[in-house]
C-alpha cells in the first residue's frame, strides 16, 4: 500500500513536469527562486575564490549554483501549480451579449462627459 502510493506520488510529479504548466504565485516562486540563487552563487563564489585566491574555483562556484537553480527552477514542478487559474469558459452567446451591451453603450451619448462649460469658462475663453 506504501510503495503503491508513493509510485502514484511519483507518477503525478512526473505528469505534472511534463505538462509544463505554472500558475502566476509559481511564476514568482520561481523568480524569486532565481533571483537568490543568483545572489548566492556569487556571493559565495567571490568569497571562495577570493579565500583560494583562484579565479577558476569562483567561477565553478558560480556555475555550479547556476546548475542547481536550473534543475530546481526550470521544470514546471507541483509545488509551481498549486494555484491554478480557473478560466471563464466559452459560451458564444454570452460574449455576443456582452459585445451588443459594449455596442450599445458606445451608441447613446453620456451627460456630464467632456468639459463643464459654465459661466466662468465662457468668460475666460472670451479674455482669449
Known amino acids: 500500500m506504501g510503495i503503491s502510493s508513493c509510485g502514484e506520488t511519483l507518477a503525478s510529479c512526473f505528469k505534472a513536469v511534463k505538462s509544463g504548466t ?3 504565485k509559481g511564476q514568482e516562486r520561481v523568480y524569486s527562486w532565481l533571483i537568490y ?3 548566492a552563487g556569487g556571493l559565495s563564489g567571490f568569497f571562495v575564490g577570493g579565500i583560494l ?6 567561477v565553478y562556484t558560480i556555475l555550479m549554483c547556476m546548475a542547481i537553480a536550473a534543475i530546481l527552477c ?3 514542478w507541483p509545488c509551481f501549480h498549486r494555484h491554478p487559474v480557473e478560466w471563464t469558459p466559452h459560451d458564444p452567446a454570452r460574449l455576443a451579449a456582452l459585445f451588443t451591451q459594449h455596442q450599445t453603450q458606445e451608441e447613446t451619448p453620456q451627460k456630464g462627459a ?3 462649460r459654465g459661466k466662468k469658462s465662457a468668460e475666460v475663453q472670451r479674455k482669449n
Do not use: Q
Open 74 to 76: 526550470f521544470p514546471s
Open 53 to 58: 585566491e583562484d579565479f577558476t574555483v569562483t
Open 114 to 116: 467632456g468639459k463643464k
Open 22 to 24: 505554472v500558475d502566476f
Open 37 to 39: 540563487f543568483a545572489w
